[in-house]
């Protein structure tokens, strides 16, 4: 394991970005290790700009990860994936990136138009190492909620060949936080995604 191992996760206030931290983090725990969790805010309100860093280790690291240092990023929201990927990803970073699109106010006002998904994993390629856009919409639609997003999206972290936390530990600690069946069912789901 590279040490420390880096997740971004980047999203709107709102999806589950600081709990999907919380939840990681408490699987690296549970496997021996130290996490560090460091968040940061655009507006602070629902809808804002939130990146959570995760860095995990055998020892503590600074919670913010560096440029180009990203292991995974995580993107909860198209355009958020992509601004966190100009800012922090590099040559060794996986993007798993959910295609449900929460287009800002400026957006559904009508003074900007929203990128097309094309254009945006187009950006994420770019400057990662692999890219993974996944249609979470319909199933989270067949699920009967959206707020399983973070658990489904960190069923497809667990997929990924590298990552140092064990697919048992990462249930055991969504079961830990938020002891709901529906989320195991949903990180169930997005362990099969990739």
Known sequence: MRDPYSILVAGVGGQGNLVC?????EAAVLQGLRPVVGDT????RRGGSV???IRIGKQDWGP?????EVD?????EPVEALRAAVKYAGERTVAIVSKMAIPPSNVTSGDLRYP????????LESVCRSVHM???EQVLEDMGSTRVLNSFMIGALSSIEDVPLDSKNLRKAISNVLESEKDLAAFQ???KAL
Do not use: C, E, N, Y
Request: zero cysteines.
């Open 116 to 123: 097309a998904i094309s254009d945006i994993a187009q950006g």
């Open 51 to 53: 990146m959570t860093h």
């Open 41 to 44: 805010f655009g507006a602070s």
């Open 64 to 68: 913010l990860i560096p440029k180009g």
């Open 72 to 76: 995974v990023l995580l993107g909860f």
């Open 189 to 191: 789901k997005g362990a």
């Open 21 to 25: 931290g919380r939840i990681i983090a």
């Open 134 to 136: 996944l249609d979470t």
